[in-house]
């Protein structure tokens, strides 16, 4: 048998009813003032977030996973291997929090792929760092960029209103020399191929091809924020998880 398939825990989303309530009231609205130009981000990491009232539910309080950073071409197996420490834990959830200003097209669709594999729901929002106490607390994320790609695998994905989901053209750095011999980066673009992948994927996972034709026409030095009606529009996602 797959090892894959053995993992009970994440072909349903445990106790999916009663974790979709609390889910809502962790969502706070607090609003956001995120830019959307990004120098650098920290690589993606992964921890183990408890969504519960520690006084209440002690140690059987529901645990999540939360994502942040920059997805990168390592970033995928990271992730599985994460899963693969922590899934026998009986009160881990297959919810994803996702925080991340983007990365490599090719990654994030690959990490797309990882948490339909797992039957993953995913929430754009992140833990706020002021959360009082050892009860933890989440506020609107963004998920940028390449970022969308990931989401779009997801088995649920959920976009609160407090959270800002952006798209703009695909493209790669590439290290070169100018005329003169000096060392220069320019932007690399896609010939169309990477373009047909990503529309293909995105039909699979129920989302419409016509997002990435959206963002093939939206200049990569800027980043269009979808508004609610283009996130229904496209079936990207809902606001309610």
């Not at 407090?162 to 790669?172: D, Y």
Request: net charge positive; aromatic share 8%.
């Amino acid at each position: 048998m797959n090892k894959w398939a053995g993992w009970d825990l994440f072909k349903d989303l445990r106790g999916v009813a009663a974790f979709r309530g609390l889910c809502a009231g962790l969502l706070l609205s607090l609003g956001l003032s995120l830019q959307p130009g990004v120098a650098h981000a920290d690589d993606m990491g992964f921890q183990l977030v408890s969504v519960g009232d520690p006084g209440r539910c002690g140690r059987n309080c529901p645990a999540v996973i939360a994502a942040e950073g920059e997805i990168t071409d390592s970033t995928p197996s990271q992730f599985l291997e994460f899963v693969r420490e922590n899934v026998s834990q009986a009160n881990l959830h297959a919810v994803v929090f996702l925080n991340s200003p983007g990365g490599k097209v090719a990654a994030s669709m690959e990490l797309g792929r990882a948490f339909r594999r797992i039957g993953a729901a995913v929430i754009v929002a992140q833990v706020d760092p002021n959360s009082p106490g050892r009860v933890n607390s989440f506020i609107g994320g963004r998920c940028l960029s390449a970022c969308v790609y990931a989401l779009i695998g997801a088995r649920k994905r959920v976009i609160p209103p407090e959270s800002l989901v952006g798209i703009h053209r695909m493209f790669a750095y590439v290290d070169g020399v100018d005329a003169r011999g000096d060392e220069e980066r320019y932007r690399l673009y896609d010939n169309g191929t990477m373009r047909s992948i990503l529309s293909h994927y995105t039909g699979m996972m129920g989302v419409s091809p016509a997002l990435i034709t959206m963002a093939e026409h939206i200049s990569s030095d800027r980043i269009h924020i979808l508004t609610r009606r283009e996130i229904s529009r496209y079936r990207l996602g809902s606001s309610r998880f």
